[in-house]
């Protein structure tokens, strides 16, 4: 059974830091991974999107990679803003590609 | 384009009554994904549906849950006979076809059972 799992689970740093964000899952069959952003009550919106052909997808500040073999993937952030504050969702896709498993989740907070 | 709507955004239920919870889809968007969220937990699928169909429920509880996406309409997730441990934020997600990696989130409808 395929579990994704998010560490840490908070963290806080100053505005201008670069960090990083991991996810690890258990199954390597995970087909693809997603990053996803949530902020408080508000719904999610995609970040990035590896396939599992792919080991590492860029947007803007964001750049996430993909290490199917070790079952790990993750987020980096340049140059961290405040309105980068929000909580990031790793999740992994099953081979039916019918639904996501997400992990629980970093809740990022960037101080100015 | 209005996005993922879900209504109502909050809602309050006493034990043993049923809750109603409802999905429009982005306009041209024929397949709908059900999550559950409960508090301190990650987001967990319940159902895909396509018009008409369910494709996997995998994740639905065995009993007291349905979900429905009728050919004409909103997505509806039913919950019958509501329990404290049903109080979660409940997400609707869309995509335009067969293929899932554009699904498009709404903003979640939030349960409390008192």
């Known amino acids: 059974k395929q579990e994704v799992t998010q560490i840490p689970a908070a963290l806080s740093v100053p505005e201008g830091e670069n960090l990083v964000l991991n996810c690890s899952f258990t199954d390597s069959a995970i087909y693809n991974l997603q990053w996803f952003r949530q902020d408080p009550g508000k719904g999610l919106t995609s970040l990035l999107l590896?396939?599992?052909?792919?080991r590492e997808q860029t947007s803007g500040r964001l750049n996430a990679s993909l290490d199917k073999s070790s079952g790990r993937s993750t987020l980096y952030i340049a140059a961290s803003q405040p309105g980068d504050s929000a909580t990031y969702l790793c999740a992994g896709w099953n081979q039916a590609g019918t639904a996501l498993i997400f992990g629980k989740g970093t809740t990022l907070s960037v101080s100015s | 384009n209005a996005g993922v709507m879900q209504n109502p955004r909050h809602l309050v239920r006493r034990r043993g009554q049923e809750a109603r919870l409802r999905c429009s889809p982005m306009k041209g968007h024929s397949h709908v994904y059900w999550y559950r969220q409960l508090p301190e937990e990650g987001l967990k699928f319940m159902v895909y549906l396509q018009k008409e169909n369910i494709i996997d429920e995998s994740g639905m509880p065995k009993e007291r849950f349905s979900a429905e996406f009728p050919k004409e309409g909103p997505s509806i997730l039913r919950i019958q006979q509501v329990v404290r441990g049903d109080s979660a934020a409940y997400f609707c997600?869309?995509?335009?076809?067969?293929?899932?990696?554009?699904?498009?989130f709404g903003p979640g409808t939030r349960l409390t059972v008192t």
């Open positions: 997600a869309s995509s335009p076809s067969g293929t899932p990696y554009e699904q498009y």
């Open positions: 590896i396939q599992s052909s792919q």
